[in-house]
């Protein structure tokens, strides 16, 4: 499946596909009663994300920032990974896995955010003014 992401930049593009990726692998892991296993490969997902080195040239600037992103997103994937372990989450339907904002993929490739019953076409909003060069 394709996502149409037209003029994007690049950091949005990295978090969004994070975030669809974290969601897939944690409702399979619910699912399959697997969270454990699970939260152990977004901490190490966390650590290899902490031991990069994003120097290129002397210059870390945009690839910093997106690696802070993606870092700051997996530490609360984790957080929600955990949450759902301590409260023996068996089910996507569950009211603690149904209140997270949850992205996903819609058949014709639009990429969506859910959240309870909502659903929203993921607008690649403004994420912050970018480094200049």
């Not at 939260?39 to 902490?50: C, H, K, N, R």
Request: proline share 2%; with cysteine; hydrophobic share 40%.
């Amino acid at each position: 499946m394709t996502l149409k992401f037209g003029m994007l930049r690049h950091e949005s593009i990295l978090c969004l596909a994070d975030q669809i990726q974290f969601t897939e692998q944690c409702e399979a892991a619910i699912r399959e009663n697997s969270l454990q296993q699970f939260l152990s490969e977004v901490e190490g997902q966390l650590d290899a994300y902490t031991q990069a080195n994003v120097q290129i040239g002397g210059q870390t600037g945009v690839l910093e920032l997106k690696l802070k992103a993606l870092i700051l997103d997996t530490i609360h994937g984790i957080e929600v990974v955990q949450l759902l372990m301590k409260n023996n989450i068996t089910s996507t339907e569950e009211w603690l896995w149904q209140k997270q904002l949850r992205y996903y993929v819609r058949g014709d490739g639009i990429a969506i955010m859910r959240m309870v019953d909502a659903e929203f076409e993921y607008t690649y909003e403004y994420q912050g003014k970018p480094p200049h060069s």
